[in-house]
C-alpha cells in the first residue's frame, strides 16, 4: 500500500454520508442531536405492550412519528394517517416535494415480534443494507398467542452486533438503536466510529 492509499482512507471514511449528518448541517430540522438515538430508545422501550403485536407495532408506528414532528422530519408509516410504508416500517425523510421526491433520509426502522429468533434477525438484515445516519431495530420474542416471553435479549443484541460489523458496507457515523420491548424494556445505541471499523478489521 502506498503512502497516499494511507492518507486516502481516513479521509474517506470520515466524509460518509452519515458522518456528515451528524455535524449537524440539516437546516430546520433537530435531528442531528447526539442525543436523539438515546431519546428514542428510551421512549420506545417503555411503551405499553399489548396481547395484540399488530397494536403494539401500532404504538411504535405512532411514537416514532410523533418524534419525527418534533424534529422537523416527515415521518412515512402505514396506519399513521393514512400513510404509507417507504420500504421499511418506519422512515423520516426530509420534507417530500411536489412530485414525492424528497433529499434526505434520516432514519430507517423496523419492528418484528416473532417466535424465532433467525426471524428477528431476517428483519435486521434489512437495516444493515439501508442507507440512512440512523437505524432502528425493534423487537421481542412470542409465544404462539403472540404474547411476549419473559427474555434477556443479550444474545439477539450481540448476533446484531457482530452482523454491523462483519458487512462491509457499515459506514462511519451510523448510529444503530436496539430496543427490546416487554419486560426486559432495554436499548442499546451503537455508534459506528473509525476505531470500531479498525478494531473489526473494516478499515
Not at 70 to 74: D, P, S
Given at each position: 500500500m502506498s503512502d497516499d492509499d494511507d492518507e486516502y482512507q481516513p479521509y474517506y471514511r470520515t466524509r460518509t454520508a452519515a458522518f456528515r449528518?451528524?455535524?449537524g448541517n440539516v437546516p430546520g430540522t433537530k435531528i442531528f442531536d447526539p442525543g436523539l438515538p438515546d431519546k428514542i430508545g428510551s421512549s420506545i422501550c417503555c411503551l405499553p405492550v399489548h396481547g395484540s403485536a399488530k397494536l403494539t407495532t401500532a404504538g411504535i408506528k405512532a411514537r416514532l412519528a410523533e418524534q419525527a414532528t418534533?424534529?422537523?422530519?416527515?415521518c412515512h408509516a402505514s396506519g399513521e394517517?393514512?400513510?404509507?410504508?417507504l420500504l421499511y416500517d418506519v422512515v423520516w425523510t426530509s420534507s417530500?416535494?411536489?412530485?414525492?421526491?424528497?433529499?434526505?433520509?434520516?432514519?430507517i426502522c423496523e419492528t418484528e415480534i416473532a417466535r424465532?429468533?433467525?426471524?428477528?434477525l431476517q428483519d435486521f438484515r434489512k437495516?444493515?443494507?439501508?442507507?440512512?445516519?440512523?437505524k432502528?431495530?425493534?423487537?421481542a420474542l412470542a409465544d404462539p398467542e403472540h404474547h411476549l416471553t419473559v427474555h434477556n435479549g443479550d444474545d439477539l443484541r450481540e448476533e446484531m452486533r457482530n452482523m454491523i460489523f462483519r458487512y462491509r458496507n457499515t459506514e462511519v457515523g451510523e448510529v444503530y438503536i436496539l430496543i427490546e420491548?416487554?419486560?426486559?424494556?432495554?436499548?442499546e445505541v451503537i455508534r459506528v466510529t473509525d476505531q470500531n471499523l479498525e478494531d473489526n478489521d473494516l478499515c
Open positions: 449528518f451528524w455535524l418534533e424534529c422537523g422530519a416527515h394517517r393514512g400513510k404509507k410504508e417530500p416535494e411536489e412530485n414525492g421526491d424528497f433529499q434526505d433520509v434520516y432514519l424465532s429468533k433467525q426471524a428477528i437495516l444493515l443494507i439501508g442507507k440512512a445516519p440512523m432502528v431495530m425493534v423487537f420491548l416487554g419486560p426486559a424494556e432495554h436499548y
